[in-house]
């Protein structure tokens, strides 16, 4: 609007009024006869104000000017403080979320690799075994039962070393 705070916030630099009632605004400045805006960067105004109606001592203007500008100063260094908290509980929350997901991941491995090798290691055993007594019966030439039993051994062999690098 059009108020003396509003006034210093758009220029950027301090407004001094010497007599309030000469402002042509809706704003109501009681018994303040002169005012004095000072902007805190972007973030707001403050205002000093004199009953009586003539200037500000140039001294006590400065200082108003100079504890604004550290008033400034501090305020976007507690916005950039306040930013680095959340970024750094954001990487710890991802951080959390990551062991989590982990966690999750070497259970599923463990139990799969449980799941998959159990039965596995079956079937080599078994085949080693049905390899071992058609070696030992007096089965024809031609047949095909060692050479099966050594096939389905050899595949749950490779099949468990696959099994393995992949968990590795």
């Known amino acids: 609007g059009d108020s003396l705070s509003a006034q210093a916030l758009r220029v950027g630099d301090t407004v001094v009024v010497e007599d309030t009632s000469a402002l042509d605004n809706a704003v109501e400045y009681g018994g303040l006869g002169a005012a004095a805006a000072v902007p805190i960067g972007q973030r707001g105004v403050v205002v000093i104000g004199k009953t009586e109606t003539e200037g500000f001592d140039p001294f006590d203007l400065r200082l108003v000017e100079v504890l604004g500008g550290y ?21 710890e929350r991802a951080r959390r979320e990551a062991e989590a997901a982990s966690r999750a991941k070497s259970a599923f491995l463990a139990n ?37 039993a050594e096939l389905i051994e050899q595949s749950g062999k490779r099949l468990l070393e696959t099994l393995e690098g992949v968990l590795n």
Do not use: C
């Open 112 to 148: 799969m690799s449980h799941e998959i090798r159990t039965p596995l290691t079956s079937i080599i055993g078994f085949a080693e075994a049905v390899g071992t007594e058609a070696s030992e019966l007096a089965l024809p030439d031609d047949s095909p039962l060692s050479d099966y």
């Open 71 to 91: 008033a400034s100063l501090v305020l976007d260094r507690l916005g950039r403080e306040g930013a680095l908290r959340e970024a750094k509980e954001e990487a």
